[in-house]
């Protein structure tokens, strides 16, 4: 159902296209600021834009819209922001990731209101998802952009309409996420089994791999089991077998078996040739 409106969505890859292929069918003119004009497959109704005041039209949504925006643009426009967490938790960046690393009952995304603060805005919109602690960061990720490409546009039009009231964010409740680097993907041994756990379900492609190091290269893990067994007088991060299960490492609460291994490169790793029992992991 068409809104007779006009809008401006904003933002690259995934994020912008799963958010035109929501608006599409709810505004009479879609203008789209992207650096990824691939990922659109544009009908009639569309136009690419350089710049957000190329057009007169007031309403902007953005989704993996990077840029924080200064007080004098957002004053002249009113900028949404689809955030794929639960605002006021995990603000910031890599929201999903740092919310499957905490064990969060709920993932899911937000639309809120924009202003000078990092998603602190007010919400207009929450989608919530069970987190059944076995999905991965890429299962919540579609989950997420297939609930905007369905639900998107009504809510747009509503809340434009003025069905939808602001709901204005705590920020008592806030938490936020600091953007990953690779550094931030290395096994820390000390982990508890529920915690490499989860480390394995975050770290999913496209992201960086969990990796350790070894003779000061990177290792990145392809295929792993974790095994439960208390044992207290070991040293964490030692190998202690090699069979044809894999490389046996000594973690917290039992064992990291891995099965396949990758280098920096993508080569896979012949594990009995590379490493020994009694190797010091990093």
């Known amino acids: 159902m068409a809104s007779n409106k006009?809008?401006?969505?904003?933002?690259d890859g995934n994020g912008i296209k799963y958010l035109y292929q929501g608006v599409?069918?709810?505004?009479?003119q879609i203008y789209v600021f992207t650096n990824t004009k691939e990922v659109i497959d544009?009908?009639?109704?569309?136009?690419?834009?350089?710049?957000?005041?190329?057009?007169?039209?007031?309403h902007v949504i953005?989704?993996?819209?990077?840029?924080?925006?200064s007080n004098e643009v957002?004053?002249?426009?009113?900028?949404?922001?689809?955030?794929?967490?639960?605002l006021p938790r995990f603000r910031g960046m890599h929201p999903i990731v740092w919310g499957i690393l905490n064990d969060e009952k709920f993932l899911g995304f937000t639309l809120h209101l924009m202003d000078e603060h990092m998603d602190s805005g007010p919400i207009i919109y929450q989608y919530k998802i069970a987190n059944d602690f076995s999905s991965t960061a890429t299962d919540y990720m579609f989950k997420c952009h297939e609930n905007v490409?369905?639900?998107?546009?009504?809510?747009l039009c509503d809340y434009y309409s003025g069905k939808i009231e602001l709901q204005h964010q705590d920020k008592k409740s806030a938490v936020w996420g600091a953007k990953r680097n690779l550094d931030d993907c290395k096994i820390n041994f000390?982990?508890?089994?529920n915690q490499l756990k989860n480390f394995f379900r975050a770290l999913v492609r496209p992201y960086p791999l969990p990796f350790f190091t070894f003779k000061g290269k990177r290792f990145f893990i392809t295929s792993h089991k974790i095994i439960e067994r208390k044992l207290d007088f070991f040293t964490l991060g030692r190998v202690v077998n090699i069979d044809d299960e894999g490389l046996w490492i000594k973690v917290k609460e039992g064992y990291l078996v891995v099965s396949?291994?990758?280098?920096?490169?993508?080569?896979?790793?012949?594990?009995k040739e590379s490493f020994r029992i009694g190797s010091r992991l990093a």
């Open 74 to 86: 957002l004053a002249k426009k009113e900028f949404l922001n689809i955030h794929y967490a639960l």
């Open 260 to 271: 396949a291994l990758e280098d920096e490169l993508g080569n896979d790793i012949k594990i």
């Open 190 to 193: 000390c982990f508890t089994n």
């Open 24 to 28: 599409v069918g709810y505004f009479d």
């Open 149 to 155: 490409k369905k639900n998107i546009g009504q809510v």
């Open 62 to 69: 953005c989704s993996a819209y990077a840029p924080l925006l």
């Open 42 to 58: 544009s009908s009639d109704n569309t136009e690419f834009i350089d710049d957000f005041f190329a057009v007169e039209t007031k």
């Open 6 to 11: 006009e809008v401006i969505i904003a933002g």
